[in-house]
Nanobody, 122 residues
Framework: QVQLMESGGGSVQAGGSLRLSCVAS????????MAWFRQAPGKERERVAT???????SSEDSVKGRFTISEDNAKNTLYLQMNSLKPEDTAMYYC????????????????WGQGTQVTVSL
């Protein structure tokens, strides 16, 4: 059974950094598109960044230059390094896996973790 488990969330002041981790079990995620999503209270879930098995990444304009998605294949772990955090980054962050594709931004992600909360204060 495929499972994703996020960790690394917390509370931080604006301008600070956090690194989220997502450990995958039950499969080798190198054969999938992987992504980070977030959802703030009262808002729709939004994609933050994606990673393909060929190393191609994408990130949304709202986080570009501040957030970096990466992986450690040996540990079957996906990361999201978040720098220069802003209060508007406050949300529940989710790791997700979907079928491999040329462009992971077009994938429907079907496997989700339970989420990790990130809170950024002024």
């Amino acid at each position: 059974q495929v499972q994703l488990m996020e960790s690394g969330g917390g509370s931080v002041q604006a301008g600070g950094s956090l690194r989220l981790s997502c450990v995958a079990s039950g499969y080798s995620y190198s054969r999938y598109c992987m992504a980070w999503f977030r959802q703030a209270p009262g808002k729709e879930r939004e994609r933050v960044a994606t990673l393909s098995n060929n190393g191609r990444t994408s990130s949304e304009d709202s986080v570009k230059g501040r957030f970096t998605i990466s992986e450690d294949n040996a540990k079957n772990t996906l990361y999201l390094q978040m720098n220069s955090l802003k209060p508007e980054d406050t949300a529940m962050y989710y790791c997700a896996a979907g079928p491999l594709a040329t462009d992971c931004r077009r994938v429907v992600f079907g496997v989700w973790g339970q989420g990790t909360q990130v809170t950024v204060s002024l």
